[in-house]
């Protein structure tokens, strides 16, 4: 059994959800991380979290638990 995910104007088709994880998660552009889950987006970019926004000179990123 196939799904499609739409996002941001193409659609993708999958037959597993690890696979539509692996090729959907940002990266975090300071670590290279796959973002999977709670992510932080700052003007575009895409981080893991407050740690390595402000490590790439992000401010007021704030870390939430």
């Known amino acids: 059994m196939s799904f499609e995910v739409h996002a941001q104007g193409a659609v993708h088709v999958f037959d597993c959800f690890s696979c539509a994880i692996h090729r959907m998660a ?3 552009e300071h670590c290279r991380v796959q ?4 992510g932080v987006e700052v ?3 895409w981080y893991c979290g407050g740690h390595c926004a402000r490590a790439e000179g992000r401010a007021g990123i704030v870390d939430k638990v």
């Open 26 to 28: 940002p990266i975090c």
């Open 35 to 38: 973002v999977i889950g709670q």
């Open 43 to 45: 003007e575009g970019h």
